[in-house]
């Protein structure tokens, strides 16, 4: 297929401008990842809310886009050399778009080795161990009786945190210069607060952590993209 119409997600979750961006998301740290980036680089965009509901993310129309049934995923009608790009995995859509629109990576192989570095701590670390603290202490996993698994995430979610502090000691971005890897870690900073677990890391004990956060979220273009899609 070459165009955004011919593919099978377009049935489903059909372009109104089918010669922009097109964002398959729902506002979650994950996908306000790929928002917040659309807007921070001006790259013109359609936005699709995709719910986190099996109907939507098990559609045959959403698994053709991404295998994975997980958001966010995108397609770029004019990719490399004109051809339609389509991709999967937040990550890999920020560096993506960074490269698309020649900003958010440094400027220099270095900058852009350092930037990518930290972009892979929260896919890796921060991602991953706060999303399983949040289901130990917020879901379902709440209900277990065995304070093992909580501990485990609570303690690494600390840890995770004192890495961020002390990288942040003197800077007000995590990799030098606003970049893509902010665009990756504020937002999990962010879902401490949803979890209800700001007390149980010791938010309070990081406040380079807290000043950093503050200061992205004030930031015009992710006030926007951390509300995009709309939640229904």
Not at 101 to 119: C, M, P, R, T, V
Not at 191 to 200: D, P, Q, R
Not at 201 to 212: E, I, L, Q, R, S
Request: proline share 9%.
């Amino acid at each position: 297929m070459s165009t955004v119409t011919e593919h099978p997600i377009n049935t489903r979750w059909p372009a109104q401008n089918p010669d922009v961006i097109q964002l398959y998301s729902f506002p979650t740290p994950n996908g306000v990842k790929a928002s917040i980036a659309l807007e921070e680089l001006g790259l013109p965009y359609e936005a699709h809310l995709v719910t986190l509901s099996d109907a939507d993310v098990k559609s045959p129309e959403f698994l053709a886009l991404n295998p994975n049934n997980k958001i966010p995923a995108i397609i770029d009608p004019k990719g490399p050399d004109g051809e339609m790009v389509t991709l999967f995995e937040s990550g890999a859509i920020l560096i993506y778009l960074a490269e698309k629109a020649g900003k958010l990576l440094g400027n220099s192989a270095a900058d852009k080795a350092h930037i990518i570095q930290w972009l892979m701590f929260q896919m890796g670390g921060v991602g991953p161990m706060f999303g399983q603290m949040g289901f130990f202490v917020k879901f379902a996993g709440s209900e277990i009786e065995d304070p093992r698994p909580r501990e485990r995430y609570i303690s690494e979610a600390k840890r995770l945190l004192a890495v961020i502090e002390k990288q942040l000691d003197g800077q007000d971005w995590i990799a030098g210069e606003f970049s893509i890897a902010d665009i990756a870690i504020a937002p999990w900073l962010g879902a401490l607060e949803f979890y209800g677990a700001k007390e149980l890391v010791g938010w309070d004990n990081f406040p380079n952590t807290v000043a950093y956060l503050e200061r992205f979220m004030a930031r015009p273009a992710v006030q926007k993209g951390r509300n995009i899609p709309p939640r229904p």
